[in-house]
T-cell receptor
Framework: DTGVSQNPRHKITKRGQNVTFRCDPI?????LYWYRQTLGQGPEFLTY????????KSRLLSDRFSAERPKGSFSTLEIQRTEQGDSAMYLC?????????????FGPGTRLLVL | AQTVTQSQPEMSVQEAETVTLSCTYD???????LFWYKQPPSRQMILVIR??????QNATENRFSVNFQKAAKSFSLKISDSQLGDAAMYFC??????????FGTGTRLTVIP
């Protein structure tokens, strides 16, 4: 399967701990996006990369959140000092860079539960 | 600010029948894209259909079609000949040249055998 993959699929942690999620985009997709989805809501944009450059960050991305995409391949999203409000599904998507319409392809998500 | 509104939290349809899911959006942009994504229970989000705002012709993908009314900022999804596998959360989404998606709150579709 050559789709977007995310690891881990589930993460349970205690409040105050740090967590890191990984996203592997579709090969040759140079744009990578992170979204957060809380129960009963649609996904909300967090940040996106074009190759290794982080081009945009949402106001939702507090200073406890950091994302990287070294070498423009996989990406990591780290949450420091987790809070119960961080409990959500974290979705990764990738898209190719083509002129005009770009479709984002989503991974299965990482479901985070902060106790 | 861009907003996407899905006013139907839940919908149901009899198998083989047709159902229409509503979506409205607000934007000051003239060039944008609209999408319908499907999210089955505990499964990943997949693209159902997409529409470029500059195209007047409504997009169609097999049993899925849209009614795009640009002046009214309306983008509804019609599912014909509904199948059990169509049961899912359906999200309407909007995208500008900045490329991040703005999603609605979703409509949960139940297909009744």
């Amino acid at each position: 399967d050559t789709g977007v993959s995310q690891n881990p699929r589930h993460k349970i942690t205690k409040r105050g701990q740090n967590v890191t999620f990984r996203c592997d985009p579709i090969s040759e997709h140079n744009r990578l996006y992170w979204y957060r989805q809380t129960l009963g809501q649609g996904p909300e944009f967090l940040t996106y990369f074009q190759n290794e450059a982080q081009l945009e960050k949402s106001r939702l991305l507090s200073d406890r959140f950091s994302a990287e995409r070294p070498k423009g391949s996989f990406s990591t999203l780290e949450i420091q000092r987790t809070e119960q409000g961080d409990s959500a599904m974290y979705l990764c998507a990738s898209s190719p860079r083509v002129a005009g319409l770009e479709t984002q392809y989503f991974g299965p998500g990482t479901r985070l539960l902060v106790l | 600010a861009q907003t996407v509104t899905q006013s139907q939290p839940e919908m149901s349809v009899q198998e083989a029948e047709t159902v229409t899911l509503s979506c409205t959006y607000d934007t000051s942009e003239s060039d944008y894209y609209l999408f319908w994504y499907k999210q089955p229970p505990s499964r990943q989000m997949i693209l159902v259909i997409r529409q470029e705002a500059y195209k007047q012709q409504n997009a169609t993908e097999n049993r899925f079609s849209v009614n795009f009314q640009k002046a009214a900022k309306s983008f509804s999804l019609k599912i014909s000949d509904s199948q059990l596998g169509d049961a899912a959360m359906y999200f309407c989404a909007y995208q500008t040249g900045a490329n991040n998606l703005f999603f609605g709150t979703g409509t949960r579709l139940t297909v009744i055998p």
